[in-house]
């Protein structure tokens, strides 16, 4: 009687471990150089090797949750000027601990390092172009294309749900917004929906007709959201500051929709009355000359009255840039410098209706 116990009970032991065993082999996580068993935290590079330009290596942390789940993606500085975006990030690098996560997050912190190093913003000063606008990218293009080729393959294609972070470049003054993308496919729309509430910044911009061939995605989250996985964009931050505010509502946005996907424990804290926005507008500036906005960041503005002005460089007024549309000031040129084509604002037209 007691030999067949210990018998039963050894074997048991065997199917006990052996599963726990088997889920710990199955769930080490690599992204690039950083790897990661689960309850671990990794740090590494996804290595763009050169090609028609130099090569360049984008930092990647890889935190295992020590519980299964899904897969998070968080990426900012493909502007690496926005810095509020960036800091963010940083700060979530050390305050996400593996044993309090369920699934596996993966942290970009700065796509365009050289775009920090140097202090350029909008572009890759190494070719000029802007790290979202060139996804999936291209194995042999410049640097920008070949490493949105790499974060396509080791970051969109191996995630369940990405966050892309910006803000307002050295240039922008912005207020914070989201971005929602609704697809048409319902069950995906649900919960990038529950990601953007549960992020809880107050204006959400519904960004509609985005492009789904997936070989021209152009941006991140389009490039995720048309491979299936729901996707959302965060802005905060303005005008090269970093502040204390505006870095809490991204890393606590990003807890709280951590929380809804229920990779971690708690309640989210959804936004209960988001302001729906429906279409941006941009009001570009047609020569060069000096700024001076009479509006700020945030303003609510009816069609047709003056923003602000631009003069030549002896004082004298060449341009009353107007609104095109009645709507709130996301952002507006936050410096004197203007060059034609530059944008002077954008202006977030408020939704009839919540979708
Ligand atoms: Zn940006």
New binding site residues.
């Given amino acids: 009687m007691l030999r067949s116990f210990v018998r039963t009970f050894a074997v048991s032991g065997i199917f006990l471990l052996f599963p726990l065993f088997a889920h710990a082999q199955a769930s080490s996580f690599s992204v690039g150089t950083a790897s990661a068993a689960p309850g671990q935290k990794s740090t590494g590079y996804l290595e763009v090797p050169d090609g028609v330009d130099a090569a360049t290596k984008i930092p990647v942390i890889v935190i295992n949750g020590e519980k299964r789940g899904p897969v998070l993606a968080l990426v900012s500085g493909?502007?690496g000027t926005?810095y509020t975006?960036i800091i963010a990030i940083e700060k979530l690098i050390n305050l996400l601990a593996p044993s309090q996560i369920s699934g596996t997050v993966v942290l970009l912190p700065l796509v365009n390092i050289q775009s920090f190093e140097q202090k350029v913003p909008?572009v890759n000063p190494v070719d000029n172009k802007?790290m979202?606008r060139f996804y999936p990218g291209k194995a042999d293009g410049t640097q920008t294309e070949r490493a949105s080729f790499l974060i396509t393959k080791q970051v969109v294609d191996r995630c369940d749900y990405l966050i892309d972070?910006?803000?307002g470049?050295l240039d922008e003054s912005l207020i914070p917004y989201a971005y929602w993308a609704p697809t048409g496919k319902e069950a995906q729309d649900q919960i990038s929906k529950e990601m953007v509430l549960a992020f809880g910044l107050d204006r959400i911009i519904v960004w509609r007709d985005r492009p789904t061939d997936l070989a021209a995605t152009r941006y991140l989250d389009n490039t995720s959201t048309a491979r299936g996985k729901p996707s959302i964009v965060v802005?905060a931050g303005h005008a090269g500051t970093v502040e204390a505010d505006d870095v809490a509502l991204l890393v606590n946005g990003t807890l709280s929709t951590m929380r809804s996907l229920k990779m971690l424990s708690g309640d989210p804290r959804p936004i209960e009355n988001p302001v729906w926005l429906d279409r941006v507008v941009d009001v570009l500036s047609d020569g060069p000359g000096i700024w001076y906005p009479l509006v700020k960041r945030g303003t609510y503005v009816q069609e047709g009255m003056k923003i602000g002005y631009v003069t030549d460089y002896f004082g004298k007024p060449i341009l009353e840039a107007r609104a095109p549309v009645s709507g709130i000031i996301l952002h507006i040129n936050a410096v004197p410098s203007l060059k034609k084509g530059d944008n002077i604002a954008d202006i977030g037209v408020i939704a009839a209706r919540a979708p």
Avoid: I, L
């Fill in positions: 493909a502007h926005e975006s909008h802007s979202n972070y910006h803000g470049d802005e």
